[in-house]
């Protein structure tokens, strides 16, 4: 099993859909969530921290943890073209760990 | 506020030979971390400093990589000799630091090509 699971994609959404990205960790005494959009031939871009459980809104951006389910998503409302990136989920259990990302695609 | 700075942007060179990355964090950020990413993957950490101290190099093959943050400040990530899987874009990125939080920020990466 992986450390930091994502669902796999790609993902495409039409402009204006919520598009919804998932993850899932396996170490229990991870503390620390993170959401990072990376574009392509870009360094990734901290979108969405994350510390306790329960949902946490930034504009558009809803990033929801659940500790005792090991899960922590992010919801993108209003989608727009702008938002096609991959996705990265990241979990600091004491050193921080990616997931392979998620690959999103707003279709106008 | 400057973002995390790195060189160079791009690099080219054949196995065997040896490459070396420079970083400089956020102003104030205690620490520093050294990633490698490679294509379609997620970034893998290599190596955590905190002030010039490491904290964690489990992950870093250290028969060929090394890294030093002598000043506590700006870092150096040397391969000596490449092969060609080390292809990958090296990212640098640095955080306040464990009493201000682990929020981490990435440098714009050099990509490595191993011919």
């Known amino acids: 099993q992986k450390e930091v699971e994502q669902n796999s994609g790609p993902l495409s959404v039409p402009e204006g859909a919520i598009a919804s990205l998932n993850c899932t960790y396996s170490d229990r005494v991870s503390q620390s969530f993170f959401w990072y959009r990376q574009y392509s031939g870009k360094s990734p871009e901290l979108i969405m921290s994350i510390y306790s459980n329960g949902d946490k809104e930034d504009g558009r951006f809803t990033a929801q943890l659940n500790k005792a389910s090991q899960y922590v998503s992010l919801l993108i409302r209003d989608s727009q073209p702008s938002d096609s990136a991959t996705y990265l989920c990241?979990?600091?259990?004491?050193?921080?760990?990616f997931g392979a990302g998620t690959r999103l695609t707003v279709k106008p | 506020e400057a973002g995390v700075a790195q060189s160079p942007r791009y690099k080219i060179i054949e196995k065997r030979q040896s490459v070396a990355f420079w970083c400089n964090p956020i102003s104030g950020h205690a620490t520093l971390y050294w990633y490698q990413q490679i294509l379609g993957q997620g970034p893998k950490l290599l190596i955590q400093?905190?002030?010039?101290?490491?904290?964690?190099d489990s992950q870093l093959p250290k028969d060929r990589f090394s890294a030093e943050r002598l000043k506590g400040v700006d870092s150096t990530l040397k391969i000596q000799p490449a092969k060609l899987e080390d292809s990958a874009v090296y990212l640098c990125?640095?955080?306040?630091?464990?009493?201000?939080?682990?929020?981490?920020?990435f440098g714009p990466g050099t990509r490595l090509t191993v011919l």
């Open positions: 990125a640095s955080s306040l630091g464990l009493a201000g939080g682990n929020e981490q920020f």
């Open positions: 990241a979990v600091n259990p004491g050193d921080m760990r």
């Open positions: 400093f905190q002030n010039n101290g490491v904290v964690d």
